[in-house]
């Protein structure tokens, strides 16, 4: 009997030695010693390399470092042009990439989430001192606008095409068009830096972009004062996180299922806002 009693109680001290184990290497909210690793191309202020060392910055950053230390899982952020992020997801060389918009064909390779990481929202912005007091929709734009600054090799949307088509006729995006081809009163930006710096001189009557991104610029380079967006929204686009499906990490799309959940709770408490409103204003 004795002897019985003796190897339960090695049974269930194993047993419960194992479950120990289990929950402390497989429980995604204890700290694996394997980091996670996120890529990301450039997008500031969203996610951007920064300082001498390169080492990558921005709103993401700071979003997804807050989450993964609530999760209490390490994680590195790496910087790449978008041909090397594809490459790594492909082979499943890093667990999740930043601002990878939804598509069909890359879903074989990459878990999405419902939840997304940030809104792009497109705008136009304008001087204060040569605002017009409308909304700053298309139309008004076409009304009103004779010198729109856009930045080259962004396609915006269908709508902006149609009310300013090439010169040839042409009302669909063209990737291969040179400065002369365009509408006359469209003129191609290289940064948008260079476009907000001619809005506050007055070269320009308004500049098309992204709202964070212009709100970050215009901070950046001094000229708050002098510049603010209009009030209509003409498209916007919802950017994710998705992560890696051929990542060999352990237990990753429960990791995916938890990182989201604290997402949608960052940003029902405020904290995200909070977060965003640093770096923008």
Not at 149 to 165: D, M, Q, V
């Amino acid at each position: 009997m004795k002897k019985i009693i003796l190897i339960l109680l090695i049974v269930l001290t194993a047993l419960s030695i194992a479950g120990g184990v289990y929950w402390f290497f497989f429980r995604a909210d204890i700290a694996p010693q394997k980091k996670i690793i996120i890529l990301s191309d450039p997008m500031p202020p969203w996610q951007f390399a920064d300082g001498p060392d390169n080492k990558v910055n921005g709103i993401n950053v700071e979003i997804a470092s807050t989450i993964f230390k609530k999760l209490n899982i390490p994680v590195e952020f790496q910087g790449l042009r978008w041909q090397q992020v594809w490459e790594r997801i492909e082979q499943g060389q890093a667990e999740a990439a930043m601002s990878v918009s939804r598509k069909d064909a890359r879903k074989p390779y990459l878990w999405y989430p419902e939840e997304d990481l940030w809104l792009s929202e497109y705008v136009f912005f304008a001087n204060k001192g040569t605002k017009k007091n409308v909304a700053g929709t298309y139309q008004d734009a076409h009304q009103r606008f004779n010198r729109i600054g856009i930045l080259k090799g962004f396609s915006y949307n269908s709508e902006l095409w149609k009310l300013f088509p090439y010169k040839n006729g042409n009302t669909s995006y063209d990737k291969n068009a040179k400065q002369k081809d365009y509408n006359e009163r469209l003129i191609i930006m290289t940064t948008p830096k260079r476009c907000m710096k001619k809005l506050a001189l007055r070269q320009l009557d308004a500049c098309l972009m992204d709202k964070s991104v212009g709100l970050y610029v215009v901070k950046q380079i001094g000229v708050k004062d002098k510049i603010e967006p209009y009030k209509a929204v003409l498209f916007s686009k919802g950017y994710p996180m998705p992560f890696i499906k051929k990542s060999n990490y352990p237990d990753l799309k429960n990791i995916a299922n938890q990182f989201e959940k604290e997402l949608k709770a960052l940003k029902a408490s405020g904290e995200y806002d909070k977060i965003v409103n640093r770096w923008l204003h």
